[in-house]
């Protein structure tokens, strides 16, 4: 008699196994970047030694090189060796210890060639603490997401980003603008509904989710809101566990209108006053739009507003040089 798949028993010999090849895995992982952090440390140790020698550099890994290939064949060309140099050099500055090292050797190649330490470090913290793949630590740095933080924040807290990494402790600091939705695959120029842009953003959610940043989780869809028999719907739901908030998001393919944060406005009051349990904090709202005008958001919105907030979207990944002038767009 064979045991089903959905048995209870089989579900957690399946979890223990995955979790304990996981755990290989990041052990191997660990134990091969510190080795490489060691290699590069009597390299660099071998090189000072003999540095009164020409070209002993050169000589060095050239050898070394040989050597190690012979005895444990492919991984060890001259050029990783020098990566493994860079690798102990760049984080012997960074006073990191080894039990640091929990990304994968080819997360710490991108990394490296990252030359501003302060980003360098943000993006190595965000990668470890949502386990991010080298995949989606390439998209999170070509879609500038420390820039995008950075900017809207003091010197302090932009020394935070570096130093802890992006904190959640209010409802500003789960905002991008812009957010960059090229995973949706949609031209920046093709015409589309809003029905279509939100398909497209439930049919990537696991993308959308990581481009929304830490915390959150989906609740709905189309929620529909009913008073004095008059319905209205929110186009996406979330419930974000940091800010223990519920956060609406209503999309907007033209550019917004002053009549769109007061549809906002009156979602997240509904939410406020029905949908919130004790204990929770008030609801965020933001509003996705192609554009807009931040002398119109300012104006219509309260001096003193925390909750709803107007982002524009990107639906095709901008040059570095775009980026920034829309950046600082005033």
């Known amino acids: ?31 091969m970047v510190l080795a490489y952090f060691e290699i590069g440390r009597m390299i660099v140790e071998e090189e000072q030694a003999g540095q009164a020698r020409a070209n002993y550099g050169q000589f060095l890994m050239k050898e070394l090189s040989s050597t190690l290939s012979q005895k444990f064949g492919k991984g060890f060309s001259v050029r990783n060796l020098e990566q493994m140099r860079q690798f102990y050099l760049v984080y012997s500055k960074a006073q990191t210890t080894s039990a640091e090292f929990t990304l994968s050797w080819s997360h710490y190649l991108k990394l490296m060639r990252m030359t501003d330490p302060a980003e360098r470090n943000f993006y190595e913290i965000e990668a470890r603490q949502n386990n991010w793949s080298l995949t989606e630590l390439q998209r999170q740095y ?21 130093q802890q990494g992006q ?62 028999e008059k319905h209205f719907r929110v186009d996406l739901v979330f419930y974000n566990r940091l800010l223990r ?50 002398m119109l958001v300012e104006i219509t919105l309260p001096e003193d507003n925390t909750q709803i907030f107007a982002s524009q979207y990107l639906t095709v990944l901008p040059s570095k040089e775009d980026l920034k002038a829309l950046l600082q767009r005033p």
Do not use: W
């Open 1 to 31: 008699m064979s045991l089903a798949p959905e048995h209870s028993l089989y579900e957690r010999v399946v979890q223990l196994l995955e979790e304990a090849r996981a755990a290989v895995v990041r052990r191997v992982n660990h134990g």
């Open 142 to 162: 070509d879609a500038a997401l420390y820039t995008r933080l950075a900017l809207s924040r003091n010197t302090d807290q932009i020394r935070q980003l570096a």
């Open 167 to 228: 904190i959640i402790g209010t409802p500003r600091d789960v905002i991008k603008d812009p957010y960059i939705l090229e995973f949706l695959g949609l031209p920046e120029q093709a015409a589309y509904s809003e029905s279509e842009l939100e398909t497209a953003l439930i049919n990537k959610l696991e993308h959308f989710l990581l481009e929304l940043g830490k915390g959150f989780t989906f609740v709905a869809r189309q929620h529909r809101i009913t008073f004095d």
């Open 245 to 294: 908030a519920f956060v609406l998001i209503d999309l907007k393919i033209g550019e917004l209108k002053h009549q769109d944060l007061g549809q906002m406005q009156m979602y997240v009051n509904y939410y406020d006053r029905f949908m919130r349990v004790e204990g929770e904090n008030k609801t965020v709202g933001i509003i996705l739009c192609r554009d807009k005008n931040d």
